[in-house]
């Protein structure tokens, strides 16, 4: 729809001066809170002390030295050329949102792809929202998490089974078996029991139970941003930028998952501190609290209720502020066609329009230098490892709507990465990129063992 077509509202002479009062207001606001786009020299403190993290979390192996985390996988990167065409792999996705299954299968080509029914027309893919995130008990959870594959499992027997585990998980590793040992719930879940227990086993102890699966099979379990990093074949770092933030790269060959939404040396704001203090786990995953989408809706939900408070808005401006609500805000043509609702543009005027647009935007370039600045570090550190000029350009792979839907996010990463790395660096998006990668990780261990 035409925006300047549908908000109807006519606004008089002293209508427009206020309004322009407001727009300016509302820019003293966002500096008041920090809202406000990275400097040079705050960017250059930002890679040297995640910089210092990243080693330091590598070297103790202490959580109260660093935090980075910086976990073992006990996963290398696969050739897709050493990869057998036709081996097919069950993967089992747990999101932040989002419960996966879904069939991968090795192309003739040696690379991976979500496998189609006969008939060509649909993927062996399922997906359903994860639509609570507090569980009565570990049972419970477990017991949700195998719902959406008991349907492929019908007519597929797998040489292989992927499980992807989206949260903090320590690594086990035994008779060629890569486990995880689940740490403390993020992303706002509440799980009675889950500390300390083995994800892997639970999940293919369940399957065995229902019957969906005959035998036991070989399986690996992994975070999805080490599973990124593997869809794309030579990829040194990948990333995941969805409800939740975080980073993989690799380091003397092995992936490690770098935990990188934990960071705690990103500059706070008085709106950061905010968003911290409201939420349930204070003084944890700061960077992700300035990143992530998850976070995005809840800065934009306090900016909004500040902006209302100190008259800066007219009309009431969103009931349900989402990352979309914010793509929303950014996604408009040099016509003004955009994609918000009928309903919340009714209820606004332009000057209320354009001091949202003014917060997102903020919003969106703080987010993304943040984002990019981490990548740009990796990126770095890897060329410097490698040699320096062996490496001139990088190639990372990203899931994830929030870097993909929201206009120029991936932009200004890729500028903040390629200026900290003095390399080129490249975000690319593939479609299924963790769940593929994930498939990769089954077959190729498979393969090792």
């Known amino acids: ?28 606001f966002f500096r008041d809170i920090g809202l406000r786009e990275l400097r040079q020299k705050e960017i250059t403190r930002l890679a040297f002390d995640y910089q210092q993290a990243f080693w330091r979390g590598l070297e103790l192996r202490d959580e109260s030295s660093s935090s980075l985390k910086m976990l073992p996988t006990g996963l290398k990167p696969a050739e897709f050329s050493t990869l057998t065409a036709g081996d097919e792999a069950l993967v089992i996705e747990v999101g932040g949102t989002n419960l996966r299954a879904a069939v991968v299968q090795i192309g003739e080509d040696h690379k991976p792809h979500i496998k189609e029914h006969s008939q060509g027309q649909n993927l062996y893919y399922v997906s359903v929202p994860l639509e609570k995130r507090n569980f009565t008990s570990k049972d419970d959870f477990f017991q949700t998490l195998v719902s959406p594959c008991q349907q492929l499992l019908l007519d597929f027997h797998p040489k292989a089974v992927a499980i992807i585990y989206s949260f903090p998980a320590d690594a086990e590793i035994s008779d060629g078996i890569i486990d995880v040992r689940s740490r403390q719930m993020t992303k706002g879940f509440e799980v009675p029991g889950i500390e300390g227990i083995t994800v892997g086993a639970e999940i293919m102890n369940r399957l065995l139970v229902n019957g969906r699966i005959t035998q036991k099979l070989p399986y690996v379990v992994l975070n999805d941003t080490p599973a990124v990093l593997l869809s794309h074949e030579r990829a040194r770092i990948g990333g995941v930028l969805a409800s939740g933030f975080n980073l993989a790269t690799l380091v003397d060959g092995q992936i490690i998952n770098t935990e990188s939404g934990g960071f705690d040396g990103v500059p706070e704001t008085e709106l950061s501190i905010a968003v911290d203090y409201y939420s349930s786990n204070r003084g944890e995953q700061l960077a992700e609290k300035q990143i992530s989408g998850m976070y995005l809706e809840k800065q934009m939900k306090l900016i909004i209720l500040g902006l209302t408070h100190a008259g800066c808005l007219e009309a009431k401006a969103a009931d349900d502020i989402t990352s979309k609500f914010i793509s929303d805000l950014l996604r408009m043509d040099e016509k003004g066609i955009s994609s918000l609702d009928d309903d919340f543009l009714g209820r606004i005027d332009s000057y209320d329009l354009a001091i949202l647009q003014s917060a997102a935007a903020r919003l969106r370039k703080r987010s993304a230098q943040i984002m990019g600045t981490m990548a740009g570090t990796i990126a770095g550190m890897l060329a410097s490892e490698a040699g320096g000029d062996e490496i001139e350009e990088f190639e990372v792979p990203v899931e994830g709507p929030v870097f993909w839907g929201i206009p120029l996010y991936r932009q200004t990463a890729e500028r903040c990465a390629s200026l900290v790395s003095s390399k080129n660096v490249r975000f690319v998006e593939r479609l299924y990129a963790g769940t593929l990668g994930a498939g990769v990780a089954a077959l190729s261990h498979l393969k090792r063992d």
């Open 1 to 28: 729809m035409n925006v300047t077509m549908h908000i109807e509202r006519q606004l008089s002479e002293q209508q427009h001066v206020q309004g322009v009062e407001r727009f300016y207001q509302a820019q003293e």
